[in-house]
């Protein structure tokens, strides 16, 4: 009986806390202007701190091979949210691919943008076929734009939806198209954001991927 209690001491010890808990929500709605979402709904709900650190995925390169961009004149007020390119939220899952999902976000709000609307691409392929990444387990901003400069751009999420975790990159789509005529959004000419101006430039062209480090 001693060594069952010395167990259960020693795993309560070991544990890592919880990320939301039912009393942190009810704080928040006490303390918050914002819409708190409820503890049932959270999708947090039952994590510990070391589930969400395996989502964090963004893995920087020590330089960019990407050129600058040139400072351009850029108006004070930018705002795309009541676009028709404006695909809302997305959720990356238990998988380290927000790297994924930024260059994603940007390469398909810009294709909208400036060609034609091939609507949300795929994610799933920048984490199964970009090997310059590590798929779930993180990834820079520059590789997938250099991954879609050399393969013709992305395939759309009916080609290949998105999984949340590494797989084999396929031969083939979903829907039975072609793998490598359905790649869409070509990216012609890549350029690094660096800088406040740097980053006002390029968003006079259409949206940025950033990358930061969450303390």
């Not at 708190?36 to 920087?60: A, C, H, Q, W």
């Not at 691409?121 to 199964?128: F, G, M, N």
Request: proline letters at 6%; a negative charge; hydrophobic letters at 35%.
């Amino acid at each position: 009986m001693r060594f069952l209690i010395l167990l259960a001491i020693v795993a309560i010890a070991c544990s890592s806390p919880l990320v939301v808990t039912r009393n942190y929500v009810e704080q928040l709605k006490r303390t918050v202007e914002w819409e708190v979402e409820e503890y049932e709904n959270n999708i947090f709900r039952g994590l510990t701190e070391e589930d969400v650190k395996s989502m964090l995925g963004y893995k920087p390169k020590d330089e960019q091979s990407f050129p600058q961009v040139e400072e351009v004149a850029t108006p004070s007020q930018i705002d795309w949210s009541a676009d028709k390119c404006d695909v809302g939220p997305k959720n990356q899952g238990n998988c380290g691919s927000c790297w994924a999902f930024a260059a994603v976000g940007s390469l398909s709000a810009r294709c909208c943008l400036h060609a034609t609307d091939q609507g949300w691409l795929s994610p799933q392929e920048l984490v199964s076929c970009d090997k310059e990444s590590e798929g779930c387990n993180g990834g820079d901003l520059e590789s997938p734009v250099t991954y879609a400069q050399k393969n013709g751009g992305l395939v759309p999420e009916a080609c290949y939806p998105y999984l949340a975790k590494n797989a084999p990159c396929p031969n083939k789509c979903k829907n039975g198209d072609e793998w490598k005529k359905a790649h869409v959004c070509k990216c012609d000419k890549p350029t690094a954001c660096n800088g406040v101006a740097g980053i006002k430039a390029c968003l006079a062209t259409g949206p940025v991927t950033i990358g930061f480090y969450v303390c």
